[in-house]
Structure formats: structure tokens, C-alpha cells
């Protein structure tokens, strides 16, 4: 087995990726699913598991779960239910959790991911739909604490988990994987994607197998990634760690691992803390589901453009390359930025350059509300390529003026009239500046005659410098050299 | 047949904690009830469905819509012990 060389393994990874969904009222009572109320003010005793009641199937949970299964082409099983799985644990007070086992709501997909230029399908293996638990403190640290502390307001939200084939060969490409899911949920808006927030959580089974083997290696499963950027680090860790042992001659165990982002290693749990045996049965308080075909049909039809359908149509309407429309359709909100932005400033290169190289410099491109609410709305951002154009101001100026809209939240001609950035194009005024340069830089006036012509440059630096800045740079280049051939 | 082992994993799970007597009780009435079961097995049921629900009714949904919850203090009413606004439970992690 160590005579494997360190190339010799393929990584096989599997995510189970779980999603709140955007309802207003909680899966199976009427409770509210808002984040941040004070704890335990949304619960009833429907979600505080008390005994006797009775919960209701949430349709519009069903809905997104079912808009989400089409976006992936998954089947929809015509015939679903509910099952009870079993555990014990402070975070569910009933002891179990509402779930669905053998008849999940879909089945069968696929997801398409971007890596290194080249398409894959990433297999879907099912998707099912499921109550939230609440929400656990420790008193003290882990280690210490004598008693924990409960909230259960996400005790009942609707959660939609989706369980990929392992199909995913690198960390790389289990980041990937992550960000287009994501995307397909928030351009559905079936989930607000934030990960730090917890809407959107993420597990993997990482194994390793003989390079060209096809029977699985003993797999791990990873939790507590909290963030795009963990889950790719917890990979990369773990299959450096499995890679290690095997091919120091150990066995994988199969078990169940937590990440430790501050300290940036993997840790086996206590075989305690995760107990497997669920004992499912059928819900007996929640009757099955016939999803209707005219139901799943009318859903199909409302589906919005998909991040990919959108990509593709960015590089065909708008001539962009394909790099430049992936990262614009990163998430809804920044297409929906991009578009209105060619709306009113109708060249689409252009728009694109400034939304990558600037705004995305101040705003994460995948945030939608940082997006939709950042400080330079389209228009702006449109009005500032207006005057750039119209030869109001040079492209460097309006790197400036840019800033100072984020700064502000001002429209580009505000600034532009207050500070006196307006371009000199008056061509009087710059030929008197460039005589003065040429005065007083008789050296490169001297080296440009002999035949250096990157000494040109340098004169059209100090006209710039001298202007601060504001000389229209083409105006400039024209009479340096009318002028630069008479002497 | 139901064995010790099987009283005391299933007691485990339900968090029971049974003395030796209630152990043997439990293990032969347990397979008293299987036993049962095996009778019934003895039925040709090969074109029954399952039955999960004993009512014949699908879909029962509710429409997306929040109503009132309980009032926190009247939820917390119910806590054994709390922290302020949270319920507080013994600790969970074992050594
Ligand atoms: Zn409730």
C-alpha cells in the first residue's frame, strides 16, 4: 500500500448541502422564520415538540422544494411522505425530527460546475425536505460547560437537503459544486444562500481510493464548514490527513469528523455525540403527498433564467467573453446590476470592466444584498461612464470620482462639478502647459529628436501632472507631437 | 428472539435506565408482542399495500401564512430551569 506514490489515490467526495428555505411561516406550524428575533419568541407548542399536537405540511415549503428538484432535472417522485427520525438530543425536544427516508420529494439529478474551463455534471442523488432543530450554547466552552443553553426559533424551518453522487474528485471542485448550488438557490429564490448566518450548511463524505480503482475507500464525514473558504480548507485538510495514513499503511475509520477552523485541522467526534440509529418510521401525524403532475408542470413553466441559461446569454447578447459573464451572474443581483447598468450605458465591455475591477473591489460579488444595496446603483455607475465618454473627465480622474460615489453615495456629475475635475479640452489652455513642459524639459526634448521615443511619454506624464490629472490625454498626445515635429 | 443486548441497546436509545429485573420483564414481554406479529405474519397479505396512515386522505397543506406564536414567557413557562430568554439543559457532552 506505501508503495503508492503520492499521486497515486483519487479523492472522491460526496456534499450534502442544507438549505433554509425563504418561506414566511415555519414547515409545519404557522410560527415565523425571521433570523435575529430575540430567542425562544417564535415558537408554539407545534414546534416546541409538546405532545398532542398536530402539524400542517407548509405547501409553499413543498413548492420551493419542487421548483428547486426541476432546477437540478430531478424526477419528482409522484407519491412522497413523511418520516420520524429518531435521536436524542437538546436541540429537538420531541426526540425526533420530521424528515422524509425511502419516499423523498426527488430524485435523480444532476448540477452542472465550471472547473478549470471545462464543464462536468455533478450527479444528484435525492432531495427531500425536513424541520430545522433549535439552536444550542454552551455555557462556558465545550469542554467546561456544566449545562447548555436552547433557542428554538429555528426549531420547524423549512430545510430542503440535497445529497450529491460522488462525483467530485477535488476540494476544488467541492467548491465548485457549493457556489453553483448556491446560485441556482438564490436565482430561484428559494433560499438566501448566506452561509455565515447558517442558512445554507454544508457537509461532505471524503474518501480516498487506488488511482483508476471503481470500489469506494472507507469515507469521513466532515462537518462544521461554515463558509466557502472552510469548506475547501476542511477538504484540503482531510485528504492531505487520509492520503497521509494510508500511505503510512493505516486504515481509514469510518466516523464522523468536525472541522476546527481556528485551528485548522479535523477532529474525530466521541462516537457519543453521534450515535447513528435513527429508527424511521411514517409520520403518523402527516398524511402522504400525491404531488399533482399540473402542479409540477405550472412550476416548470414559472421557472426563472438559471445562472448558467443567464451566463450563456450574456457571452451571446453582449458579446462578452465567457470569464467576464461567469463572474457577473455569480449571483442574481449582480446580473440584475450588470443588465440595468447596459441599459443605460450601452457598451457592454465597458460595463463589465468597471463592474470587475471596481465595484466587485468593494463589494463580494456572490453578496446579494451587498449588492443591492451598494452605494453606486447602475445609474450612477452608467452616469460615470457618460462623462468619460463625453470627454468630461479621463478614465483615470474617474477611477477617482468613483471612489468618492462609494464614499458618498453621490451621482458622478455632483462630484465632478464640486471638485473641478472636469477634463481640459480646451485646447489653447493645454498647448500653453505643454509649451512650458517643453521648456523646461530641454533632456527629453533632446533624447525624443535623437530617436528615443519613449521620452514622448514622459512629456505627456508632466502636461498630465502639471494638469493634475484633468488634460484630455488625447488632445494632449496630438499637440506634443505637432509640436515636438516643428522644433 | 429479543435478548438482553437488545432490551439494553433499545434502552440506550430511549435514554431508559432499567434495573436487571425490568430488563428480563421488558425482553419477554417484547417478545410477546413479536411473537404476536408473527402470527399475523401468518396472513397472505401479497396484494395489500403497506399501510403507513389509517386515513384515507393525501396533500393536507396549509397555505404560507404566520400566525401568533405563544409569548415567550409563556413558552419558557414550561423550562425546568432557564438563562434569561433560553432554555437550560444539562450538559450534552459526555466523557
Ligand atoms: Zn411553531
Redesign the pocket.
Known sequence: MSTLTKTGWDVVIGLEVHAQLLTRS?MF?G?PTAFGARPNSQ??P??QGMPGVLPVVNRRAIEFGIKTALAFTCRINPACRFARKHYYYPDMPKNFQISQYEEPLAEDGALEIDVDGASRAIGIQRLHLEEDVGKLLHEGTLETAQASLVDYNRS?VPLMETVSRPDLRSPEEAAAYLRAFRAVLVYLGVCDGNMEEGSLRCDANVSLRPRGATELGTKVEIKNMNSFRNVKLALEFEVKRQRQALAAGERIVQETRLWDADRGYTRAMRSKEYAHDYRYFPEPDLVPLEIERAWVDAIRAALPELPRQRRERFVRQYGLPPYDAGVLTQSRALAEYYEAAVREFRQPKIVSNWIMSELLRELPGDDERAIERAPVPPANLAGLLRLIEDGTISGKIAKDVFQKMVGSGEDARTIVAREGLTQVADEGALAAVIDQVLAQNPKAVEDYKGGKTAAKGALVGQVMKATRGKANPAIVNRLLEEKLSKI | MITRQDVEHVARLARLELGDAEIERMREQLNAILGYIDKLRELDVTNVEPTSHAVPLVNVMREDEVVP?LSQDQMLANAPDRVGELFRVPRIIED
Do not use: A, I, S
Open positions: 415555519k406550524c410560527c415558537t408554539c407545534v414546534c420547524g | 406564536c
